[in-house]
């Protein structure tokens, strides 16, 4: 039997169309917090804000978003969330204060949450369902490349103090990310097999109660890992490695990019357990090294074991997520999935502000590789001990399918 076409036209342009959005979203994470203290006269805690409201905005919209897709369409929703965000990159020049700043991340969040959603669950229906666990892992990396590629190409803008240049990037990234999105076909999703009264009831559905579980166990871990993204400069700097600080995210994503074409087919052929819990372990032991690294050879260690574990652990929760949804259900189940995993990483970015008061991030990291491994007791009791949870839905599928 010939195996499913994965790479197909749709698939890649989905992939892009989604890298450059994120792209420009963690190009914004590394410079508007300078933007603002250096342009805005803004303080600290304002430009902590601008991050925060964003994410704010996206996690209130996208639960309204994926309902959307069910009535409108994946496509349609997309090009809406990305014309949104194309029109609120372009008001960047304006805002001469930290408020006016504020009010356009909140417009932007909402195209962001939007645009992601659909964008997820287009993906979620173009990948074949005996290849989701590939698909989605190769998906979800174009989130991870932009971890690296935003961040470089922000502090390369910042350099030349050009505010021409800063902003602009961001157009042009939201620019291509719709021209994709135009590019691609209608991709609403086959009709739905529930009765009429099944339809009425789910007409006021805003979450995918199917999606909760997994949404949880992956939230937790991203608290956790939001200490990562967003303090991993300043702890090079603290233990003397700021001049390789840069190749951290270097590492992690060319390891998540050697690793994702075995991962993703493992979690096709033998389930989803035999991937996530060594991918705990990964992490866990990823975090400890972080925490002894005294050298670069210990730094980069940590970095590779850190994306071959949260790296996996990341597009396999969002491939349980849409695994047993229908095709019109998976961008509502891809919202559900976000939504609560970002709110993971705001609560971990908030407490993480928090507890550097009390200790140094170096304690920090030291106790989180322990706190990771809790996550395997939450991942069984949540979703683990239904063992073959993916494999079983692939075979489903496909037998009511042909």
């Not at 420009?24 to 925060?52: C, D």
């Not at 291509?176 to 009425?200: H, M, Q, R, Y």
């Not at 603290?238 to 994702?260: E, K, N, P, T, W």
Request: net charge positive; proline share 3%; hydrophobic share 55%.
């Amino acid at each position: 039997m010939s195996k499913e076409a994965l790479w197909t036209k749709e698939f890649l342009l989905i992939t892009f169309c989604n890298l450059f959005l994120f792209i420009a979203f963690y190009y914004l994470v590394v410079t508007l917090p300078i933007y603002a203290l250096q342009e805005l006269n803004g303080s600290e805690a304002e430009a902590g804000l601008l991050i925060t409201s964003f994410l704010i905005a996206a996690i209130i919209i996208r639960p309204l978003a994926g309902k959307w897709t069910i009535t409108f369409g994946n496509r349609l929703v997309l090009f809406i969330g990305l014309f949104l965000f194309l029109v609120c990159s372009s008001l960047y020049f304006l805002p001469e204060t930290v408020l006016g700043m504020m009010l356009v991340r909140l417009l932007h969040g909402i195209g962001f949450g939007i645009a992601t959603t659909a964008a997820g669950g287009i993906a979620a229906n173009v990948i074949p369902p005996s290849r989701k666990g590939e698909g989605m892992g190769y998906y979800a990396l174009a989130f991870n490349l932009a971890v690296v590629l935003g961040p470089f190409l922000g502090l390369t803008a910042l350099h030349k103090g050009n505010k021409v240049l800063l902003f602009g990037i961001v157009i042009l990234c939201s620019l291509i990310a719709l021209v994709i999105g135009l590019l691609l076909s209608n991709t609403k999703g086959s009709a739905s097999l529930s009765t009429s009264n099944d339809k009425e009831r789910r007409k006021f559905d805003i979450v995918e109660k199917s999606a909760v579980r997994i949404a949880v166990v992956a939230s937790f871990f991203a608290i956790l890992y939001s200490s990562i993204l967003s303090f991993v400069p300043v702890y090079a700097e603290d233990i003397g490695l700021l001049q390789v600080s840069s190749y951290f995210f270097v590492v992690y994503a060319a390891v998540m990019l050697l690793s994702r074409p075995l991962t993703g087919r493992w979690l096709d052929r033998y389930g989803e357990n035999a991937i996530v819990y060594p991918s705990i372990f990964l992490f866990a032991i990823g975090m400890f090294l972080l925490s002894s690294s005294n050298s670069v050879v210990i730094f980069l260690l940590a970095a590779a074991l850190i994306g071959l574990g949260w790296g996996t652990l990341f597009p396999t929760f969002q491939t349980i997520a849409v695994q047993k949804v229908t095709p019109e259900r998976s961008g509502l189940a891809i919202s559900t999935f976000l939504s609560i995993f970002d709110l993971g990483i705001g609560i971990g970015t908030f407490l993480v502000g928090i507890v550097m008061t009390q200790m140094s991030l170096q304690s920090l990291y030291f106790y989180s590789s322990f706190i990771v491994l809790f996550g395997i007791g939450l991942y069984n009791f949540l979703h683990g001990h239904h063992r073959g949870a993916v494999k079983g839905a692939v075979y489903e599928r496909r037998t009511h399918s042909g």
